[in-house]
């Protein structure tokens, strides 16, 4: 039975069987998913599997040297067989079961997948501070930006101030403003500018419509990238937190349309989970730089 892990910037999901365990601890800003794993591991119960899938946040698209995770599960799990996964590549499996298209996962940052015929493609995943454009933490983070340039007479408001009242209030608690705890709150701000952008308030639609334009660009990149064709029919998937807002699926698909006529836009089949899960059953070889195993001798 396959131990499966889904490690986010949000919390950790692990499942084993019909047992599924849920943390708030994720990979924070900065911090090395290994780090990360290890902290997690430590505050849960004890659990023992054979074969173990680890799907991280945090690889950029390149998975490093494995034997450090594969010694930290042998030391929880007693695991002999672990996979080291980019969370891109099991959100792809996960959404698509391996059919041809991009799956375009959005949470606190942004990774796209794309496969065609088994040639892939990994696009963004590139951490907040340069990357992840469109994805929770640079919504939040620009929104509350915005808000505080506001208070500060830096522009006109638009009633984008009085909707973020309580995330200025927290940045004011904050007593150090770019560590962690910042990047938390940015991440849990992303819903709040949608439902002001569906709102309409204008500041907040301005960055909601600018994250649609970039997303689309980056499933567009993300299927030429797998050597796709603009005039295929590509299976695209949408899923994540801030996908919960249809206003913006619905722009981001758009954007789509307009470089891909033929995309067919589907739901998710699974999640970084689901994706995992199979992997650990199914992908029993290395696929690199997205997915590497290691055994413990």
Not at 2 to 15: C, Y
Not at 86 to 106: P, S, Y
Not at 133 to 141: A, I, Q, T, V
């Amino acid at each position: 039975m396959v131990l499966s892990v889904d490690l986010g910037q949000s919390g950790t999901r692990i499942r084993l069987g019909e047992k599924n365990i849920t943390s708030t601890r994720g990979k924070l800003v900065g911090e090395d998913p290994l780090f990360a794993l290890r902290t997690v591991f430590e505050s849960i119960e004890k659990i023992s599997a054979g074969t173990a899938a680890l799907s991280c946040t945090g690889f950029y698209g390149v998975i490093p040297e494995v034997s450090a995770y594969a010694a930290l599960c042998h030391e929880f799990f007693g695991s002999a067989k672990v996979a080291v996964i980019d969370d891109g590549l099991a959100g792809f499996i996960g959404a698509l079961h391996g059919q041809n298209g991009v799956v375009l996962t959005i949470g606190g940052g942004v990774v796209a997948v794309g496969g065609k015929d088994g040639t892939f493609a990994h696009r963004d995943g590139l951490g907040s501070t340069f990357g992840d454009e469109g994805g929770g933490f640079w919504l939040g983070k620009l929104a509350i930006t915005r808000a505080l340039a506001f208070r500060q007479g830096r522009g006109k408001d638009d009633g984008l101030l009085d909707i973020f009242q309580s995330q200025v209030s927290t940045f004011d608690q904050l007593v150090v403003k770019n560590t962690a705890d910042a990047a938390t709150l940015a991440i849990n701000s992303a819903k709040r500018l949608l439902d002001a952008a569906d709102a309409n308030i204008a500041s907040a639609k301005k960055i909601r419509d600018e994250g649609a334009r970039l997303l689309a660009d980056t499933v567009i990149a993300t299927w030429v990238g797998a050597q796709g064709s603009l005039s295929d029919s590509p299976q695209i998937a949408i899923h994540g937190g801030p996908s919960s807002n249809q206003s913006y699926v619905t722009l981001i698909q758009g954007h789509v349309a307009q470089a891909l006529p033929n995309a067919i836009f589907v739901n998710a089949l699974g999640d970084n989970l689901d994706g995992a899960t199979w992997i650990g059953e199914n992908m029993l070889n290395d696929s690199p730089p997205l997915l590497r195993w290691a055994h413990v001798i």
